[in-house]
């Protein structure tokens, strides 16, 4: 049997392949690979660390126990992040919470709950200067982002933060490709118009 | 030189990278407008700062949380499969050349007794002689054995009177045995579950 060290080599059908035989190894491998892109999706539509957690582990739940569904002719990652928006999407249309602030989940009663679900960008840039603009700009950006409809934000998530291409994103989201043209379009519109200011301000 | 600026599709067409067919006036168009250079400069640092958004990490207790919930079962072929490599494993050679005279022998082994079976059974007559033969050695060995045991039960006179008197006799006797064994068990068992109910 492979070792944890082998896997992490492996392409993710042959991962799923193990899984499918019983190896726990294998589930483990997929959970690593996934969590941090399916938890930041759900996250970026949530906007509540906690909330968003407990949706990310009912996706990785569906899929790792349906695992001896999956068809190798399809990505993993489309099937777990058809899922994860979905789950996202249930969430927003029972809460009517469709859009998201930055300064902590609407949900968080005391300050200790604001500070844990506020976001903070962090920036990878040079110099002290860069760094904090570059983390203006980020928080701006998770801000816009957050304005946006959740149909506009899964998609320009999808697009620009997992780089998917405009077929992928209609598999995942099982949307028309023209559909999904139009969403990215308008996010796209849509965030140039709310970052206009820095703009103004030089920073962008 | 085209005089009419980029619509947005056609900015967003240029942000993707596209290369198909009509994108090359679009980018000559770009070269040469500086009005539409800067839209779409400014549209390609949104698009490269959202690329360059962070992952954000859930809590270390993720995986185990998951793992809780989610039941490993392997599936039967696959124990088979691994309960089959495991016996070979065991019991095949440690040494390459070992294991090839193990494999030379089975094999070996394996033809002859093909051999041998397909010839028997190609030989028909010599089958039929061989199966009478047998039956009629079990058949003596089978009757051998039981007059013996009878003999030895109720004794060589009984046993011859109970051969005069034909088929009826034997099955009188037998009967006669078989009643008097369940009764005298009956009994037994009747004595000693008397005595377990009177035990305290």
């Known amino acids: ?204 | 030189m085209n005089h009419r600026h980029l619509l947005p599709t056609e900015i967003d067409l240029l942000l993707d990278d596209e290369e198909g067919f009509g994108v090359a006036p679009l980018k000559a168009h770009v070269r040469a407008c500086p009005e539409c250079l800067s839209r779409l400069e400014d549209a390609r640092v949104i698009t490269d700062a959202i690329e360059e958004l962070p992952h954000f990490a859930p809590s270390f207790s993720f995986a185990e949380s998951i793992m809780a919930q989610v039941p490993v079962y392997v599936p039967w072929h696959v124990a088979a499969r691994d309960s089959v490599r495991n016996t070979v494993q065991r019991w095949a050679p440690a040494s390459r050349p070992a294991r090839v005279a193990v494999v030379a022998l089975a094999a070996s082994v394996a033809s002859v007794l093909t051999v041998g079976i397909l010839w028997i059974v190609t030989q028909t007559d010599l089958l039929v002689f061989a199966t009478g033969i047998a039956d009629n050695q079990l058949r003596t060995l089978l009757l051998t054995g039981s007059r013996e045991a009878m003999t030895s039960f109720f004794g060589a006179q009984t046993v011859a009177l109970a051969s005069q008197a034909g088929t009826m006799g034997l099955a009188l006797l037998v009967g006669g045995f078989l009643a008097v064994t369940t009764a005298a068990t009956f009994g037994l068992r009747t004595i000693a579950l008397a005595s377990s109910r009177r035990r305290p």
């Not at chain 1, 399809?74 to 300064?103: C, E, G, P, Y």
């Not at chain 1, 500070?115 to 860069?130: I, K, M």
């Not at chain 1, 950006?141 to 957050?146: C, D, K, R, S």
């Not at chain 1, 697009?159 to 308008?186: C, F, M, N, Q, W």
């Open chain 1, 1 to 204: 049997m492979p070792t944890a060290l082998d896997l992490s080599n492996l392409p993710d059908a042959d991962v799923v392949a193990l899984a499918q035989a019983g190896r726990e190894p294998a589930f483990r491998e997929l959970i690593r690979r996934y969590e941090r892109p399916v938890f930041s999706l759900i996250y970026r539509m949530i906007r509540d660390r906690e909330l968003a957690e407990d949706l990310a582990q009912d996706t990785f739940i569906k899929v790792l126990n349906h695992i001896d569904r999956y068809r190798p002719e399809f990505k993993l990652s489309s099937w777990l992040f058809k899922i994860a928006n979905n789950v996202a999407i249930d969430h927003l249309r029972r809460r009517q919470l469709d859009t998201i602030s930055m300064d902590g989940s609407p949900h968080a009663a005391t300050s200790d709950a604001i500070e844990s679900t506020s976001f903070e960008v962090a920036g990878s840039q040079e110099s002290p200067l860069e760094e904090l603009e570059a983390k203006e700009l980020g928080n701006a950006i998770e801000q816009a982002i957050g304005q946006l409809r959740p149909e506009y934000r899964s998609c320009i998530m999808l697009r620009h933060v997992e780089g998917r291409s405009y077929e992928e994103i209609a598999t995942t989201l099982d949307l028309p490709l023209g559909t999904v043209k139009t969403y990215i379009h308008r996010a796209r519109h849509e965030l140039r118009r709310a970052l206009e200011h820095l703009k103004a301000e030089g920073e962008v």
